[in-house]
């Protein structure tokens, strides 16, 4: 559990870079369409969140670093499926799964952890502005994976 301002954005950081691996890879497989688009604004998204928890003070904790072993675990599960015989699409499926997957664990991740450990104003301005970007990606991994 992330306790003060400089942890609860730690934990934050770590999840923009788990999304920012994902979107990274995702970009790479060149999916196009919705998928790609949807991975673009991801990208762009989550850097623009982890720059501001970074300007904030976020810090490391052993609740990162767990965070971070997780999103690493992602990353490789989603490589394995490229070697499926249909790869992309395989491919493409699992990385929605993950989005709409992640996305809802984040929120419950700020709702129940961050937000109560917060203590400064301006952090908790920032987790409910993630809050509020986690929660339309969450509704737009559902949308571009039920237009499959």
């Known amino acids: 559990m992330a306790k003060g301002d400089a942890a609860v954005l730690g934990v934050l950081a770590a999840l923009d870079e788990n999304e920012i691996a994902l979107a990274k890879q995702a970009i790479a497989q060149d999916l196009g369409g919705a998928t790609d688009t949807f991975a673009k604004q991801l990208l762009h998204d989550h850097e623009a969140d982890l720059e501001k928890s970074k ?29 499926l015989p249909d790869g992309k699409d395989a491919y493409r499926n699992a990385f929605l799964r993950t989005m709409v997957s992640d996305h809802g664990d984040t929120i419950k991740i700020i709702d129940a952890e961050l937000l109560p450990a917060a203590e400064s104003a301006p952090v908790k301005q920032h987790l409910e502005e993630s809050r509020r970007v986690v929660s339309a990606h969450f509704e737009r991994a559902h949308a571009v994976s039920s237009s499959r």
């Open 55 to 83: 300007a904030l003070g976020a810090t490391g904790s052993p609740r990162a670093d767990a965070m971070r072993a997780k999103g690493k675990a992602a990353v490789d599960a989603l490589a394995k499926t490229l070697t």
